[in-house]
């Protein structure tokens, strides 16, 4: 496996979709619920999770615990009564909580479940659609297409994304990194000046990513 190699290409969509319901969950506080009704697909979900889980060496009974609690997860979230919203900048602080509680560290050049929110972002295309196809709420508020106005959640989803991406490709969280990140994504995030001046300082915008 070379470092060009991260998880976006190794974690099946399924898996992805499995690690966005069990940290929407997570996040959400949500007890986990009887799985004995869970969907084919969600079934198939879970199959790709178990997968994700072996590939990551976890002993027998670390796997079928996992495995016990994103079950629980889907059950759960399929089951609610009121939609589960999930914000990239909480599925990164979720997802450091699960990767401790599985006793594995994101390393570069590996596939490491739960993935990032910018592998979700980079298979599905948008943090939206990634919640879609999981059956989570999506956002309705934000910038229209082509305009080049923010708002808030846009900014924190930009700099979660983007710190998420550092630790991908093993590379400091700069101000100087995320003005070239910003050029990479022209139009889909704010530059690098706006985001200072929206937080007040480059440190207080890593804050805000946790």
């Not at 999981?134 to 910038?143: E, Y």
């Not at 910003?182 to 805000?208: D, I, M, Q, T």
Request: glycine fraction near 8%; aromatic fraction near 6%; charge should be neutral.
């Amino acid at each position: 496996m070379t470092d060009s190699d991260t998880d976006r290409s190794h974690t099946a969509a399924p898996a992805l979709i499995g690690a966005l319901l069990h940290l929407a969950a997570t996040d959400a506080g949500l007890a986990p619920t009887a799985t004995s009704a869970l969907s084919p697909k969600d079934s198939e979900i879970l199959a790709e999770v178990e997968v994700a889980l072996r590939n990551q060496t976890l002993n027998e009974n670390g796997v079928k615990k996992a495995l016990a609690e994103v079950a629980g997860s889907i059950a759960s979230v399929r089951s609610s009564p009121s939609p589960v919203a999930l914000t990239a900048a909480k599925y990164e602080k979720a997802r450091t909580t699960v990767l401790r509680q599985l006793g594995v560290a994101s390393t570069k050049g590996a596939s490491v479940w739960p993935p990032t929110s910018q592998t979700a972002v980079q298979r599905f295309g948008s943090w939206n659609e990634a919640l879609k196809a999981a059956g989570l709420a999506t956002s309705s508020v934000g910038r229209a297409r082509g305009q080049l106005r923010f708002d808030e959640a846009a900014y924190d989803k930009a700099i979660a994304d983007f710190v998420a991406d550092c630790d991908d490709r093993d590379l400091g969280a700069t101000y100087k990194a995320y003005g070239e990140y910003a050029a990479e994504h022209k139009g889909e995030v704010p530059s690098a000046a706006a985001v200072r001046k929206f937080y007040g300082s480059w440190n207080a915008a890593l804050a805000s990513a946790g």
